[in-house]
């Protein structure tokens, strides 16, 4: 680089570190949510100075990240970061976020305590679009790299940051296109941690006890297509059969015919771990899986929130139809959504819902879904890793493997990685989580500095 360049360089990031001189973590957080980096399904609507902007926030917030570390930009808008490490004998590790949030539902913007996008900083909160999902898992990692830089932490081996711009709208754009770039490149990492799984404070079958949820797996996704068509015309000569008629009655039988309850594997292991810590004779019955899962299985089934855990899970999410009150159409379709269970595949849920619909006048498609993730070992390393990371910060919580119900862009690695895990070291309630793509979303201020001092010790114990 030529020399005044080099000086220009390092004027800007004089500069730029003055400017955030002063400033804390949460007020960094609450300015990065004033960033609309909305990932909208119709791509028409995103507006991509947001995350150049947003970028350039990013560069500005963390001189010393930007500038001594390996920084790439991916199809415009994503970020591969790579930091050295002293051993290259030694497998690199990933840390994983996304930079895009979900739209605010319209209509609901009053609801909200506090603008979604303003960022406020209040009460020990900071709340917006973003604060749980995922601008502080982003930030958070940020933070602590910029950290570690400051005390000149050098790593062992290889840390890897990849920040991918779609995952809310399947991430093919965004780490689709890093994990090529990182396939070039020739990495393969010992194990990755992606958004996920949190600290819970009341979670309800233990609510005295911190509960950290190591994610170990998550559920497959798929959406099914179903499309009846038939006789239409003038709604004053209506045919015996509409196409809403037979559309509306297979969805029935869909809805009424749930997949089958059975405990997998991590959710075995989750109660299993918790069991010891439960009261009479919960913990006998859980202590027992071998003899009693079938029971339990069926039993967590009837809660909403502990069904997703023990069955593929169906939910009927969109219909059209129609064009006009006085005709008859003859076309309907609708979109069903399934969260697939490890160890089920589109193709038995395919097989399972045709025979339910039993209509060969109704036709079933679907977009291929590949990169199904496979359940990680909750034994392994990079496991021992993160928890080693938690009980640093929680001495107190009770550490447990479990199941993602939702997905994430962990499903673009899974070739790379030899182990998948979903963490981030935030406490929140669990009626917290609910407001995750919801309104009134909100991360604690000394939820996300712990969370901060937790990927700090990630990556610390992770590059031995």
């Known amino acids: 680089m030529p020399r005044f360049l080099d000086v220009l360089l390092a004027g800007l990031l004089l500069s730029t570190s003055m400017t955030y001189a002063g400033v804390t973590p949460a007020e960094r957080l609450g300015e990065a949510i004033q960033f609309q980096t909305v990932s909208y399904q119709d791509r028409s609507q995103i507006d991509p100075k947001e995350f150049e902007r947003f970028h350039a926030f990013l560069r500005a917030a963390y001189p010393r990240v930007f500038a001594q570390l390996e920084v790439e930009v991916i199809n415009q808008y994503s970020l591969l970061i790579s930091w050295p490490g002293s051993d290259s004998s030694l497998a690199p590790i990933l840390f994983t976020a996304h930079m895009d949030v979900v739209p605010i539902e319209p209509g609901t913007e009053s609801d909200w305590e506090y603008p979604p996008f303003d960022g406020v900083v209040a009460d020990g909160r900071i709340y917006g679009r973003g604060s749980l999902d995922d601008k502080q898992g982003l930030l958070g990692i940020l933070e602590a790299a910029e950290s570690l830089l400051a005390e000149g932490f050098v790593p062992s081996r290889q840390l890897v940051f990849a920040f991918g711009h779609d995952e809310e709208i399947s991430g093919k754009q965004g ?41 170990v797996a998550e559920k497959g996704y798929l959406t099914l297509t179903l499309v009846a ?15 809403i008629g037979r559309l509306s009655a297979a969805l029935e039988r869909i809805e009424n015919n749930p997949f089958p309850t059975r405990l997998v594997v991590p959710v075995k292991v989750m109660l ?48 059209n139809a129609g064009l006009k009150e006085n005709v008859v159409p003859q076309r309907a379709e609708a979109k069903v959504n399934f969260r697939l269970l490890p160890g089920d595949t589109p193709e038995l849920v395919v097989s399972y819902i045709s025979d339910v619909v039993d209509d060969p006048e109704i036709e079933i498609s679907h977009d291929k879904w590949d990169h199904v993730s496979s359940i990680s070992d909750h034994e392994g390393s990079g496991y021992a890793v993160i928890e080693e990371a938690v009980l640093a910060v929680y001495p107190r919580a009770l550490v447990v493997p479990s199941l993602m119900f939702a997905t994430t862009d962990t499903r673009h690695y899974i070739k790379l990685t030899d182990n998948q895990y979903r963490f981030q070291g935030m406490m929140i309630e669990t009626r917290q989580a609910k407001s995750i793509h919801g309104t009134n979303e909100y991360i604690g201020v000394k939820s996300y500095e712990d969370s901060i001092e937790v990927a700090r010790q990630m990556m610390k114990l992770g590059s031995r």
């Open 229 to 243: 068509t038939g006789p239409g015309g003038h709604s004053s000569i209506p045919p015996r059969v509409s196409t």
């Open 272 to 319: 299993e771990s918790m069991a010891p810590h439960l009261e009479q004779p919960e913990r006998l019955i859980l202590g027992n899986l071998w003899l009693t899962q079938g029971l339990v299985a069926d039993r967590l089934s009837q809660d909403p929130l502990m069904n997703s855990f023990v069955r593929t899970t169906t939910a009927l999410t969109m219909f």
């Open 175 to 215: 780490a689709g296109k890093i994990a090529e770039r990182m396939r070039e490149q020739g990495l393969h990492f010992a194990w990755m941690v992606d958004e996920g799984g949190t600290l819970v404070s009341d979670n309800p079958m233990i609510p005295d006890q911190q509960l950290a949820i190591i994610n």
